[in-house]
């Protein structure tokens, strides 16, 4: 090694630490931006109680529910389909013409922008299944978009379990769905947990596909055919109208904390996952 | 005598590869027969072509005719099949759950609810095992927790569950300590007037001392099969001879 | 059989997500292309008059304002990106990479509405103070869109890096070289591929993204060369006007959608396939 190239290294590591550490700051001023204008909002009053006068004044009650019911809504659709695929392709096909259409499929719809997720759903769910702007209608969109997700998830999780407990459950004479739903499933759920989890926090963020199919009142919703806004939504609209800034700030925070504890969640399942693995 | 297992000219390709060529053999019911061989000889593949779990592998084809109580093994519903024929493999295996779950795994399986009736039956064949009393106060604990030699017997009492006539067992004791090792061959002779055994071994000691007749494998061939004693004193083939008294292995 | 009939049912459950993927792809092609055929494809996609209310539907402005905005973002991104992966690769302490590595995916749950808003509150008037023109700006969307690609380009260009046999590395350094010298020459190159197709995906995601750039870019509807005009991107331009578009100007924008759609797929394509390459 000459001492020329040492040198370089040397100014090399310096250099890209300190973009590592320009990417770190830019996430902690995000959060820290968001937090310190946004914390002092969040009051009891504000969570609980419904908004006034468009959203300038109030709480934000119904975007709350309704974020809740449209992310539970789309994981409770999505997991089923998400696991039952990845069980098809781990348990019940060899990788084959058929497997690879089918691992096309959810890739290619894992890239498709969320726009567009909007305006299918908008034109299928709201317009001609007749659902109307719905909870229901933007649930069911959201449940395609996370549906990659848990396909994926879930799919890892399955073939980390080693092959000799099937073996083990096939020489006592277990079929092959008794292995799955007995042996195989049981043991994945983390795996496939931390997928779902991660699936939520997705749908809690998303705006564009949201708006299009669950429309935009500030009504409390009665049914899941009724129309809502949801927390993302409600941000977008205080912001781009101006009509609460602090409202705005206080919508965003609770955004960021409640998607923050979703991913320390999953994290915290990975981690004791892959200690039990061990 | 009855002929429970019988061989006809079974041969086990895999991707084109001969592993397994014109096996003649029949395992006599209530015998415990041990097979012998060097590693790669087809013990375990043969152990495997009887209760179907090669066809879990890809690229491989058997032909010749395998049969289980006269009828070939194909013919046989392969989830009754595998609760006829019994497997032990070479690691322990506990299912991840407690040692109740692990045992009444098998009976579930078959549709059995009644906790009375699993008690009864997981505290049978723990008995059966030689296990029931070193655990019998912690059912309801991890089997994970158990030692290699007890976690052993655990996946002995699991198989023994299910009712079968016929316990295959591939090198199970090859991770174990002597003093598990020998609980387990005791369990063995114990356990030969209700079942039959299959037991592929590396160690020819082992099959010495256990079983009543031995089968010498080699590179997928049965080279020789005969009482235990005929062929560890006076072996008629001279690779028999040969690997029985150390000099090729 | 009981079973046969579970793994018919299963097959068609994972069916699901192609025939959604082949629903999306219907119901938005069976609105936007009468539109296209009505108008024909040359106006549709190379005139630049939108003007929906009085039948123009040329969307070429938004095309070169999607173009350009994801070009940088893609420099901007993509160049941090990588910066940090070879950091995080081959120079961050072993333990810090656990940390970094999780801190780096909340950037991918922060929402687009968030990255939007902080680029209005806080980029767009330092753009405006430091460089004229309305900070609405091509750079603005760009700098936003970079940041929103960063957690793609790290997780697949580390995927790649780490891919990467370790007999290259350390047949490298037992020849002398540092371990800059390894990575540059040796490691990337090998995981070329890899690194490129998280590019290309990065690059998809920012064609994708709607609310972020709606809130930064301007959504003017010119075309300029000058990273400091405002623009409209394609997925602005749906999201804007799908609020009160009627009749043949929501054809429109689901013939916009298609648009967006096909450029999206193709990318997609190119980057799974550079990926199959690898391996």
Redesign the interface.
Known sequence: ?TCR??I??RL??F???L??F???L??FF?IG??SAKGAPVITPEFLFSLPVRMGKEGGILPTIIVTLYIALLAIVVAT??GV??A???TE?S?ESALTR??R??????A??????????G???FVI?LKMGWSILAGGLTLA?MV??TI?RTSEEAIRAIPY??R????????????TVW??VLP?ALPGILTGVILSL??S?????AV??TAGSTLRLPRTILDPGRTM?VH??IL??EGLSMER?YGT?FL??IV??L??AFS?LLMFRLTRRLK | MVEKIVARDLKVMVYKKPVLQNINLTVMAQEILAIIGPAHSGKTTFLRSINRLLENQPGFIRSGELLLDNRDVKQWDVDLLRRRVGMIFATPIPLPGTIFDNVAYGPRLKGIRNMHSLAEIVEKSLRAAFLWDEVKDRLFSSALRLSGGQQQRLCIARTLAVEPEVVMMDEPCSGLDPISTAQIEQALQELKANYTFILVTNNVKQAARVSDRTAFFLNGELVEIGPTAQIFTAPKDKRTDDYVSGRIG | MREKLIEKGLLLVALSALGSLLLIALFIFVEGVPLIVKVGIKNFVASTHWAPTKGSFGILPMIIGSVQVTLLALVLGGGLGIAVTMFLAEFAPRWSVAILKPMIELLAGIPSVVYGFIGVMVLVPWIRRSFGGPGFSILAAGIVLGIMILPTVIAISLDALRAVPLSYKEGSLALGATRWQTLYRVMLRAAKSGVIASLILAMGRAIGETMAVIMVAGNALLISASPLAPVRTLTSNIALEMGYAAGDHQKALFATGIVLFVIVALLNTIAILTMRERK
């Open positions: 090694m190239a040492l370089i290294q090399v590591w250099g890209l630490a973009l590592t320009l990417t770190l830019v996430l995000i931006y968001i089923p389909f039952g695929t069980v098809y392709l019940y060899r259409i089918i096309f499929g959810a890739d290619a719809l890239g498709v922008p969320s726009i567009i997720f909007g305006l299918f908008f034109i299928l001609r395609m549906l990659p396909i000799q407990f073996e083990v459950s096939y020489s006592l004479g277990g079929t092959k769905s008794q007995r042996v043991n926090g997705r809690v963020a998303e705006t564009a708006i299009f993302a941000f977008y912001a781009r705005a965003a955004l960021i998607i923050l979703i991913n994290y």
